[in-house]
């Protein structure tokens, strides 16, 4: 599997998108980083997710909700239902939610892409095991 050209895809149809834009103020970190996690996700997850804008820029919200809601007590009562515990729950869920939708729509289809998810599916592992191998890689 070749990442380079798919990655260089994706990044000039994130540049277009931008460049149609109505406004030419943008939030450059805003910008760059979700260039940055658009080529993550070529690299570790899935075509899907990299050439959607919009699901990317949820996944990416959710990822985002689970890293800040960590804090000295998750880590001291990690089962403590605090708002920082349901905010990370809620994110989490998010983000298998949307890997678990491709997952059964690659199966059902029976469409195949040439990424790390049609792999990890390939050696049977479930979406809890995908959704795994995947976060660990981001952040």
């Known amino acids: 599997m070749s990442v380079v050209p798919e990655m260089i895809k994706t990044l000039r149809a994130d540049l277009d998108e931008l460049a149609k834009r109505d406004t030419k103020v943008i939030k450059p ?30 996944v990416l919200k959710a990822y985002h909700m689970v890293e800040d809601a960590g804090s000295q007590w998750t880590i001291l009562f990690p089962k403590l239902p605090t708002y920082a515990y349901l905010k990370r729950m809620w994110g989490g869920a998010q983000i298998w939610m949307t890997f678990d939708k491709l997952i ?29 191998v995947c976060t660990v890689t981001h952040g």
Do not use: H, W
């Not at 040439?114 to 979406?127: I, R």
């Open 104 to 132: 059964k729509e690659r199966t059902k289809t029976g469409r195949r892409e040439d990424d790390p998810l049609q792999y990890l599916m390939d050696c049977g592992d479930d979406t809890t095991q995908i959704i795994s």
């Open 29 to 58: 970190f805003e910008t760059i980083y979700d260039f940055l996690f658009a080529m993550i996700v070529r690299v570790v997850g899935c075509n899907e997710l990299a050439e959607d804008g919009v699901m990317r820029r949820k």
